[in-house]
């Protein structure tokens, strides 16, 4: 090895699915040197060859270096990964998807098997790891003293956003963005439904729906500025009363196309329900406040 190599934080990665793979290639191009396991042994043969040391067991693994990565299916199978396993004066960092309720219990369960802990929200694609320029970043919450001992390394794969002590926090900012973008998805679904059975090229739509989607972006900007003062009327410029006036005409094109409005309803009743509650004059902001059980 290099001197280079001596001198990068050793990792350890227990997890060689797509996405554990992506960030075993990563860390073994930026140099440090790597330790892996997996459940099905076959999965490690290929980045042996690139340079990553092989455990037989996880406990091998984690036994091998302070720093352990975890980025397995789900919170069961990280339970069942390390259980048993000597924890003391590790540093566990959990890159498996789990609810915010998960990540706060595993984070008190690491505290209790001697473990420091934080907890991780990708937000990328396996194609996007170790490639700085493709945006991907990971949202992370937990220890501090871990996220600023290991920025640096943890920042190889790619960027890091830490949200705050609660373990919980990076799973909830992962699933908020997330369901934001489900919702982007099913809008465009009934956009390209709309269009689907006449002369219109989707291709030629989907440039235009594209732009008009980066130009309303900014309002969740408005809507986060209306939450925090709690003035739903600050800066509206199309109200609630006039926009639910205008639903019926999205409902009846849906009708004459032949196309399911189910991913229209659901918001546009819910925009009804806060309009019956005397709320004509604020902006959509106060259908966020209906959903709160």
Same mark, same amino acid.
């Given at each position: 090895?290099?001197?280079?190599?001596?001198?990068?934080?050793?990792?350890? !990665?227990? #997890?060689?699915?797509?996405? #554990?793979?992506?960030?075993?290639?990563?860390?073994?191009?930026?140099?440090?040197?790597?330790?892996?396991?997996?459940?099905?042994? @076959?999965?490690?043969?290929?980045?042996?060859?690139?340079?990553?040391?092989? +455990?037989?067991?996880?406990?091998? %693994?984690? +036994?091998?270096?302070?720093?352990?990565?975890?980025? !397995?299916?789900?919170?069961?199978?990280?339970?069942?990964? !390390?259980?048993?396993?000597?924890?003391?004066?590790?540093?566990?960092?959990?890159?498996?998807?789990?609810?915010?309720?998960?990540?706060? *219990?595993?984070?008190?369960? *690491?505290?209790?098997?001697? %473990?420091?802990?934080?907890?991780?929200?990708?937000?990328?694609?396996?194609?996007?790891?170790?490639?700085?320029?493709?945006? #991907?970043?990971?949202?992370?919450?937990?220890?501090?003293?871990?996220?600023?001992?290991?920025?640096?390394?943890?920042?190889?794969?790619?960027?890091?956003?830490?949200?705050?002590?609660?373990?919980?926090?990076?799973?909830?900012?992962?699933?908020?963005?997330?369901? *934001?973008?489900?919702?982007?998805?099913?809008?465009?679904?009934? @956009?390209?439904?709309?269009?689907?059975?006449?002369?219109?090229?989707?291709?030629?739509?989907?440039?235009?729906?594209?732009?008009?989607?980066?130009?309303? @972006?900014?309002?969740?900007?408005?809507?986060?500025?209306?939450?925090?003062?709690?003035?739903?009327?600050?800066?509206?410029?199309?109200?609630?009363?006039?926009?639910?006036?205008?639903?019926?005409?999205?409902?009846?094109?849906?009708?004459?196309?032949?196309?399911?409005?189910?991913?229209?309803?659901?918001?546009?009743?819910?925009?009804?329900?806060?309009? @019956?509650?005397?709320?004509?004059?604020?902006?959509?902001?106060?259908?966020?406040?209906?959903?709160?059980?």
């Amino acid at each position: 090895m290099t001197q280079n190599t001596v001198e990068k934080t050793p990792v350890t !990665l227990l #997890g060689l699915g797509a996405m #554990g793979t992506a960030l075993a290639r990563a860390w073994l191009a930026a140099g440090h040197p790597l330790t892996v396991w997996n459940r099905s042994p @076959a999965r490690a043969a290929a980045l042996a060859a690139e340079g990553a040391n092989v +455990a037989d067991s996880a406990a091998e %693994a984690v +036994a091998v270096n302070p720093l352990v990565v975890v980025c !397995l299916l789900d919170d069961a199978s990280v339970g069942e990964a !390390l259980t048993g396993i000597d924890l003391t004066g590790r540093d566990l960092v959990n890159l498996t998807t789990s609810t915010p309720a998960q990540a706060r *219990a595993r984070a008190e369960w *690491a505290r209790a098997h001697g %473990a420091r802990y934080l907890d991780g929200g990708i937000m990328a694609v396996p194609p996007m790891i170790g490639v700085p320029e493709a945006g #991907g970043y990971v949202f992370y919450s937990g220890s501090q003293e871990v996220f600023e001992g290991h920025r640096e390394t943890l920042g190889v794969p790619a960027g890091t956003t830490y949200v705050g002590q609660d373990a919980g926090f990076a799973a909830l900012h992962d699933v908020a963005l997330l369901s *934001a973008m489900y919702g982007m998805f099913a809008g465009a679904a009934h @956009a390209f439904a709309l269009i689907r059975k006449e002369d219109i090229d989707p291709a030629s739509l989907a440039p235009l729906l594209a732009d008009w989607l980066v130009a309303m @972006a900014p309002a969740v900007h408005q809507t986060a500025d209306q939450l925090r003062s709690g003035d739903y009327t600050k800066g509206v410029v199309s109200n609630l009363a006039m926009q639910v006036a205008g639903t019926p005409t999205f409902l009846s094109t849906a009708e004459q196309q032949g196309v399911s409005p189910e991913l229209l309803t659901p918001y546009f009743e819910l925009m009804r329900r806060r309009l @019956a509650e005397g709320s004509g004059e604020e902006d959509l902001t106060g259908v966020i406040d209906l959903l709160l059980r």
